[in-house]
């Protein structure tokens, strides 16, 4: 099956939608698939065509990173994706700003289009009255539609009386991400907390820096945060005025391949998010025997209980230090740890994403195994 994947960001960026797409992709190619990923030239340094794992990358110019800026891409790379789904069997849209190209280049072309809706960005374009109108015309365009938890679907469906939208959650590559020794070793008899989240006000690190006096009036913990962003230097002066900089150390973004023995080097992953589909670096905690505490938004739920972790309110410092401090001082965390890992592999592998794209794309072909 040849299949052509546009989408904005793609590896080496790092976020849920990118390891999304790479995993799909890579598990596609694994199975035999011809696969060509449409991107952007998102930095500086990045070829403008290689393949890696097997997948074909193309990338075009991004003139900015807004929604002005993907829009623009997304008719800027047009062209080079006409040229790719030439005798493309499937086309498949990875956000909604990559409907456009996509639904251009197919013009007059019988390949079947699907879409898959990601990010909050989407749940706040859609609460502007005149965005709605033009997101769900665009949603029209597909043929099916895909998306990354409950509430992404449930908005996407609201937005035309024909469109109706499949939540797939986000897969794990289980094989990558699974109990590995610490790369860091804590203090004697000292508990770990890891915070793995891009530092942007939408993540919600700071509620995390603020309950951290509370947590350490309870427990005797450390904390990391993998991850950089533009928050970092205020995250660091309000650890410094809460006097809890000696405590917590933030690490920066670091490689993909380092994340699972950091994740392992913890005993609870904290993800204090504000907005969230599902989030994969949550599900990468699980899949490393990582119980997860995290805010009840957007599509946290849907992964996150009692069996593998907890939940707390949004922006409440207190709340999440309550959670915190009940899960580390149950004698429940290593069964926790272990439940989290079994539901990954049962119901979130990169193979069950893959499994079930292919059933889809083999429907709207007419295919029968």
Not at 228 to 243: F, K, Q, S, T
Not at 300 to 308: A, E, F, R, S, Y
Not at 324 to 334: C, I, N
């Amino acid at each position: 099956m040849k299949i052509v994947v546009h989408c904005v960001y793609y590896p080496p960026e790092v976020g849920g939608l990118e390891s999304h797409v790479h995993y799909l992709c890579r598990g596609l190619a694994r199975r035999g698939h011809d696969v060509t990923v449409i991107t952007s030239l998102s930095r500086p340094g990045l070829a403008r065509e290689e393949t890696r794992e097997g997948i074909r990358i193309r990338r075009t110019p991004l003139p900015a990173r807004t929604p002005r800026g993907w829009f623009s891409h997304a008719v800027g790379s047009t062209p080079r994706t006409r040229e790719a789904v030439q005798g493309a069997d499937i086309v498949h849209a990875q956000a909604f700003p990559s409907l456009v190209p996509c639904a251009l280049a197919l013009a007059g072309d019988s390949a079947p289009l699907l879409c898959t809706l990601h990010t909050s960005h989407f749940l706040r374009l859609a609460r502007r009255p005149f965005v709605r109108t033009a997101l769900g015309k665009l949603l029209e365009l597909s043929d099916y539609n895909f998306a990354a938890s409950k509430e992404i679907a449930d908005v996407g469906e609201s937005l035309s009386g024909s469109v109706s939208v499949e939540v797939v959650v986000n897969g794990v590559e289980t094989d990558i991400f699974r109990p590995v020794p610490p790369r860091m070793e804590p203090q004697a008899g000292r508990r770990r907390i890891i915070v793995p989240r891009r530092l942007f006000p939408k993540n919600g690190v700071e509620y995390f820096v603020r309950a951290l006096p509370t947590v350490l009036a309870g427990a005797d913990v450390d904390a990391i945060v993998v991850g950089d962003g533009p928050e970092r230097e205020r995250l660091e002066r309000i650890a410094g005025e809460l006097g809890v900089a000696d405590r917590i150390e933030f690490l920066g973004a670091r490689r993909h391949a380092e994340m699972p023995g950091l994740l392992c080097s913890a005993d609870l992953s904290v993800f204090p998010s504000l907005m969230e589909a599902t989030s994969v670096a949550a599900l990468e905690s699980m899949a490393c025997g990582v119980p997860v505490a995290a805010s009840a938004v957007g599509g946290l739920p849907q992964i996150v209980d009692d069996d593998v972790g907890g939940l707390f309110a949004p922006a409440d410092p207190e709340a999440l230090a309550r959670t915190v401090l009940r899960l580390l001082d149950e004698k429940g965390l290593a069964r926790r740890a272990k439940t989290a890992r079994q539901r990954v592999v049962s119901h979130w592998s990169n193979d069950r994403l893959v499994d079930r794209h292919l059933e889809v794309y083999r429907e709207l072909l007419g295919i029968r195994k």
